[in-house]
């Protein structure tokens, strides 16, 4: 193979041999002795800045040897830094590789390690192994729980995937606009009340949730309208009354403490009202309820607003997971950090 840097070094050498020789012919053809004498210093000259021109071009040659393997090296520990990232991906994602092909992308959309958030009919749910409670919104999280701590996590949406982070904070901040619509809603909400005779039923703790989540599931298409969300409800009311000294309770569930609407007697207790006079006041109560939704006005437009809300947040956490996709099939993740810079290999460029 043609070295052009042993070329040069050999045409170098040659060519200053010529010169010393051809001075030399003609320094005694000249002058005699006296010429050759002449010629010996011009010689001398010539040598020397022959061996300061080798000595030169042999640094030169060093140095780009010496830069394009601090590139080499450079180049390996940023591709062994992106692996170390690649798996906090995975951990995200929720899989243990990039899918290789369009049938096994389904690995990622149906991993039975949920860990993004996902979108029900009226709510957002965390990722699986996040600390959250329904009474503090400001716990949910994006990111599942353990991996937000994580240094090199922290590094990656912070140095190399700032996109991440941005939709992170997207995410997390339009939920927070979700709960406190819902939480206006639930404290503007008044539900109907009735009395016949001596029994009354009053809305109970979990009646303004209902209704909004009613509402949001209708709005997304999620329910087909109010005779849908009432029927299972009515059934409920009929099948599973909870009773205690002081009142009748009526639930939309199985639990007492989800329970919507509550009967109660001027008596001060309920031992003498009769659990079906008191469902079907309930009942009717509760239509009367459902009858006054007006989403146009307050507190209604809150729901509605919120339903609008969780169908951004559906299109938001699947954009960010195909972006966690391309990110996870990248060979090498941009940005500098703190860590590249201090395994970094200093070139002569750089001295």
């Excluded at 000259?45 to 040659?61: D, H, K, N, R």
């Excluded at 692996?83 to 369009?102: H, M, N, S, Y």
């Excluded at 090498?332 to 201090?342: A, I, M, N, R, T």
Aim: with cysteine; net charge negative.
């Amino acid at each position: 193979m043609f070295n052009r840097n042993s070329f040069s070094t050999q045409f170098l050498v040659g060519a200053t041999a010529g010169i010393i020789c051809l001075f030399a012919a003609m320094g005694w053809f000249i002058g005699g002795i006296a010429g050759m004498e002449f010629a010996g210093v011009v010689t001398s000259g010539i040598l020397t800045a022959a061996l300061v021109g080798l000595y030169f071009q042999q640094t030169t040659l060093l140095e780009d040897q010496i830069d394009l393997r601090a590139q080499e090296l450079n180049r390996e520990i940023r591709q062994n830094h992106t692996e170390t990232l690649r798996k906090r991906i995975f951990a995200w994602l929720g899989t243990d590789g990039v899918p290789q092909t369009i049938d096994t992308i389904g690995e990622i959309f149906e991993s039975s390690e949920r860990r993004l958030p996902k979108v029900t009919a009226a709510d957002v749910e965390p990722p699986e192994e996040s600390i959250y409670s329904d009474y503090n919104p400001e716990d949910f999280r994006v990111v599942p729980f353990g991996l937000e701590d994580d240094r090199y996590f922290t590094d990656l949406l912070e140095n190399h995937a700032p996109g991440l982070k941005e939709k992170k904070e997207t995410i997390e901040n339009r939920y927070a606009q979700f709960t406190n619509l819902r939480s206006r809603f639930e404290e503007n909400f008044e539900g109907t009340s009735l009395s016949r005779d001596s029994v009354s039923v009053v809305p109970d703790s979990d009646l303004s949730r209902w209704i909004f989540e009613g509402i949001v599931k209708i709005e997304r298409g999620r329910s087909e309208d109010w005779d849908e969300e009432l029927r299972p409800v009515i059934t409920g009311f009929e099948d599973n009354p909870s009773r205690t000294d002081e009142s009748i309770r009526f639930s939309h569930g199985h639990l007492p403490h989800r329970a919507i609407y509550s009967a109660i007697s001027e008596e001060g207790n309920v031992d003498g009202v009769s659990e079906a006079v008191a469902c079907s006041l309930a009942v009717e109560a509760l239509k009367d309820t459902v009858d006054e939704i007006d989403l146009e006005e307050p507190p209604y437009e809150d729901a509605s607003k919120a339903a609008k809300i969780l169908d951004s947040l559906e299109e938001e956490i699947n954009d960010l997971r195909m972006e966690l996709i391309e990110y996870a099939g990248r060979p090498v993740f941009p940005g500098e950090c703190k860590y590249l810079d201090e395994a970094a290999i200093e070139g002569t460029e750089h001295k």
